[in-house]
């Protein structure tokens, strides 16, 4: 369905939900309000003189021009013609793979420069945590950058949304605590998460109706890791341990 967005000189005209959306993204990608109309024009249009890109954008016209120069300056169009004047855009799929390859040079970047000013933690530093909001986080990141393997077990809800966020391939271990040795105090549910053999995190949830706070701990120990590891095999061959 399409709706009539207003330019700036007064000029409406039909754009969709998918256009509206797509210039959002553009300029979150670095384009101004713009230029993101511009390409999206154009890319509409195939190839247009300056004055019906203007008209589909909703651009004015004393600003199509310099507008399509910027685009052009990125790469993004291309004169095809001189009389009459026409621009045609660079295709979308070229500019998403150029994006892309920018976006990972920079995070590349941006890895490296970060390495240097804070080192990998030592292996024995263990972070509190507190709070349920923040424990789910840091299990939900962790489970998403998993590369090799997943143990989990305790607290079927997160449990469950872990699962779902594991990605495809990685090795997962998923068992319930049932029928264990307790490890939490009364009130509390426990939950335990181990990650590549890197990275683990033991939590502690408030039952319902319980007095305090969710808290817990993150660690890099291989220690830890391996004992929470082994735990969540055993649990997943005890009877109860199947969920």
């Given at each position: 369905m399409?709706?009539?967005?207003?330019?700036?000189?007064?000029?409406?005209?039909?754009?969709?939900?998918?256009?509206?959306?797509?210039?959002?993204?553009?300029?979150?990608?670095?384009?101004?309000?713009?230029?993101?109309?511009?390409?999206?024009?154009?890319?509409?249009?195939?190839r247009?003189?300056?004055?019906r890109?203007?008209?589909?954008?909703?651009?004015?016209?004393?600003?199509?021009?310099?507008?399509?120069?910027?685009l052009?300056?990125?790469?993004?169009?291309?004169?095809?013609?001189?009389?009459?004047?026409?621009?045609?855009?660079?295709?979308a799929?070229?500019?998403?793979?150029?994006?892309?390859?920018?976006?990972?040079d920079?995070?590349?970047?941006?890895?490296?420069?970060?390495?240097?000013?804070?080192?990998?933690?030592?292996?024995?530093?263990?972070?509190?945590?507190?709070?349920?909001?923040?424990?789910?986080?840091?299990?939900?990141?962790?489970?998403?950058?998993?590369?090799?393997?997943?143990?989990?077990?305790?607290?079927?809800?997160?449990?469950?949304?872990?699962?779902r966020?594991?990605?495809?391939?990685?090795?997962?271990?998923?068992?319930?605590?049932?029928?264990?040795?307790?490890?939490?105090?009364?009130?509390?549910?426990?939950?335990?998460?181990?990650r590549?053999?890197?990275?683990?995190?033991?939590?502690?949830?408030?039952e319902?109706?319980?007095?305090?706070?969710?808290?817990?701990?993150?660690?890099h120990?291989?220690?830890?890791?391996?004992l929470i590891?082994?735990?969540?095999?055993?649990?997943?061959?005890?009877?109860?341990?199947?969920?």
């Open positions: 399409a709706f009539p967005w207003a330019g700036r000189a007064g000029t409406a005209f039909p754009v969709c939900w998918d256009d509206m959306s797509a210039v959002i993204h553009l300029q979150a990608l670095g384009l101004t309000e713009y230029e993101a109309r511009a390409y999206t024009a154009l890319l509409a249009l195939g247009a003189v300056p004055a890109v203007a008209r589909q954008a909703g651009i004015p016209r004393p600003k199509i021009y310099e507008t399509l120069e910027r052009e300056g990125r790469g993004l169009a291309a004169r095809v013609g001189q009389n009459p004047l026409e621009y045609a855009p660079l295709s799929r070229e500019y998403l793979a150029r994006a892309r390859r920018s976006f990972d920079r995070l590349g970047a941006l890895d490296r420069d970060l390495s240097r000013l804070a080192p990998d933690p030592a292996p024995e530093a263990v972070y509190h945590l507190y709070g349920e909001a923040a424990i789910r986080s840091l299990c939900e990141d962790l489970t998403l950058n998993a590369r090799r393997s997943v143990y989990m077990a305790g607290d079927l809800p997160l449990g469950e949304r872990l699962e966020l594991t990605p495809r391939g990685v090795d997962l271990h998923r068992a319930s605590l049932s029928g264990l040795p307790a490890i939490a105090a009364e009130g509390q549910r426990a939950f335990l998460l181990a590549d053999g890197e990275a683990a995190v033991i939590a502690h949830f408030i319902e109706g319980a007095s305090g706070e969710a808290h817990g701990v993150h660690t120990n291989p220690v830890v890791i391996h590891e082994g735990y969540v095999q055993l649990a997943a061959q005890h009877p109860a341990g199947s969920r």
